[in-house]
């Protein structure tokens, strides 16, 4: 038994920090969208215990990778095999802030799922467990366009976006995301309470709204990164209508109307970065390319 899945990446529209938890995390408001940049997350039963094997060397592939916690979670729930083995084939952009750790986990639960045929794995179990693997998980299994509330856990699928090309841009360096919300934590800016969540959550998102979005943990890591800030100059200059950091970074977003970004833009880039044209996703086409033929 074997099958392969596709795990596709995020990017966040809008990313408020409502401010820090007690459970050292922080309460966050945000519209989470799926784009097609895509890892392949194979699965087969074989063996014992959980096997994980990454072709890029500079990912763990034992129990500090996601979709490795993911598998044993899994196993321990649900243990209807001895082992299973996990071949990761990586293309998004690791410490980018796309979220392809916690989308590789969730293809994992939901991959194990049809792979067993475990009928009585709820979306609602996949959801607690995913939970635990980390604040990203829960998106993933639901995709989209979705409101993130609490941890960024909590999600409320939105009427889906209609899809379009973007372009992601990646710096040639990895962020923390620890690391940055400890910095944002210990600033506490004070940060005026953006309407955009209420209004994602009663009327939807359109294009134009997401445009008014924001990130809150864009200024700390221009100031931190320099050469991410270099990006956005590019990108602006390049006449994109539309350019927000995702998550913690590297990774920027852009939107162009007219689709010809210029050919100077990656001349205009700092070296290293890693260009992709890309396309935002609706749930439909998430279920129609998730698995692969
Ligand atoms: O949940 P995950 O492991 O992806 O989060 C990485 C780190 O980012 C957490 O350990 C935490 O320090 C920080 N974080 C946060 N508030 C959130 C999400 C993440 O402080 N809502």
């Given at each position: 038994m074997r099958a392969t899945y596709r795990s596709f990446a995020k990017v966040n529209l809008h990313l408020e920090v409502l401010g820090p938890r007690p459970d050292g995390y922080h309460e966050l408001r945000t519209i989470f969208q799926s784009v097609d940049l895509c890892d392949l997350v194979s699965l087969e039963v074989e063996g014992r215990g959980v096997r994980l094997e990454v072709?890029?060397?500079?990912?763990?592939?034992?129990?500090?990778n996601l979709a490795h916690q993911a598998a044993t979670t899994f196993l321990a729930r649900w243990?209807?095999?001895d082992g299973i083995r996990i071949t990761l084939e990586k293309r998004i952009p690791v410490g980018?802030?796309?979220?392809g750790g916690s989308s590789n986990a969730a293809a994992v639960l939901q991959g194990l799922r049809d792979l067993l045929d475990v009928?009585?794995?709820t979306d609602l179990q996949l959801e607690e467990l995913g939970r635990d693997l980390g604040a990203d998980v829960p998106f993933f299994l639901t995709g989209g366009t979705a409101l993130g509330l609490g941890r960024g856990d909590e999600i409320e699928p939105l009427p889906d976006l209609p899809e379009r090309d973007i372009l992601l841009v990646t710096p040639a360096l990895e962020v923390s995301t620890a690391s940055v919300f400890r910095e944002y934590g210990e600033l506490t800016p004070d940060q005026e309470v953006s309407s955009m969540g209420r209004l994602a959550w009663e009327e939807g998102v359109d294009w134009g709204m997401a445009a008014m979005g924001r990130n809150d943990l864009e200024p700390l890591v221009r100031r931190r990164f320099p050469e991410v800030g270099h990006v956005y100059n590019a990108l602006v200059e390049a006449g994109a209508s539309l350019v927000r950091l995702s998550g913690s970074g590297s990774t920027w977003f852009a939107c162009f109307d007219d689709s010809t970004?210029?050919?100077?833009l990656e001349r205009a880039l700092p070296p290293g970065c890693r260009v992709c044209r890309a396309r935002t996703m609706n749930r439909a086409s998430l279920q129609r390319l998730r698995v692969v033929q």
């Open positions: 072709a890029d060397r500079s990912l763990p592939s034992d129990e500090r243990p209807l095999v980018g802030g796309l979220g009928r009585q794995a970004e210029s050919a100077e």
